[in-house]
């Protein structure tokens, strides 16, 4: 039987500013088992960054809400975190749309920032690691094909290199879960398929599990099995990422439809808040 990594359990969200009531998330409930390849898919504002957030114990849900739980850790539970939410989350690799890299620190010492739950502040800023931990950073480095940039500053480093770093972080972590957060959006398409690919790869042969927030429906279509859609902040879609049809995008995007474009893979992506969507089928 398959083991359930991740289970989320009617995760509600209401954000409230001045007047205005926005639902982020209206009872979201599914779960995870070890090794799925799982598209986050929607609208912009549909609720993607906001359930990513959530399963880290960085966005705090609703009193009305169920829990969360990784593996049995208890993340939260009614809009309580788990007083235990360090240490659950130094578990869980988690790779955001902008890198999260220091850009004054080298790319070994950005890896090994990994390791900063198990390091008080102090040993961190001095950067005091073991030859282990090192070997242990190298080896991640040597893993996503960047060994060789080990002791430049990561300032230097391409958006798709930044990427294959972040990834050597999660690794060097030991996670058994990713989360990543639209990773790919801000690189042009030639980098975006390459770094999702090394990610899946990775994902795939270190039998880790993969939810990823993705603007770009082609690459959910070529590197993630299965695909969880919101829209409007309710799960609107859970199956197969080969079954979804252009009706069942169209109905999920909506208006935003017009932003996906029919069958031009090639066409770059804008870096805007919103990027262009392109849809191949
Ligand atoms: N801190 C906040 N305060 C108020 N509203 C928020 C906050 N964070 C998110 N929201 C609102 O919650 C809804 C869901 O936002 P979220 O960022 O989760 O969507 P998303 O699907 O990730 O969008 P995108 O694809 O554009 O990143 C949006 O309407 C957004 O405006």
Known sequence: MSQTVLRVSHANKTFRAFERKTTALNGVSFSVNA???????GASGSGKSTLIRAICGLEVLDESSGNIHI???EIQASGKLSPNIRH???????????????NQLDVITNVLVGLGSKKNIFQLLSRRFSSEEKALALD??????????????ASTLSGGQQQRVAIARALVKGSKLLLADEPVASLDPESARKVMELMVNLTKQFGLTLITSLHQVHIAKKCCDRTIALNKGNLVYDGKTSDLTKESLARLYGSQLGDIEMGYEETPLTTEARPTLVLVN
């Not at 090794?35 to 898919?41: D, F, I, K, N, S």
């Open 35 to 41: 090794g799925e390849t799982v598209a986050l898919l």
């Open 71 to 73: 593996g049995d850790e």
């Open 88 to 102: 659950i989350r130094s578990s869980v690799g988690v790779i955001f749309q902008q890198f999260n890299l220091v």
């Open 140 to 153: 991640a480095l040597e893993k996503v094909g960047m060994v060789d940039y080990a002791y430049q500053r």
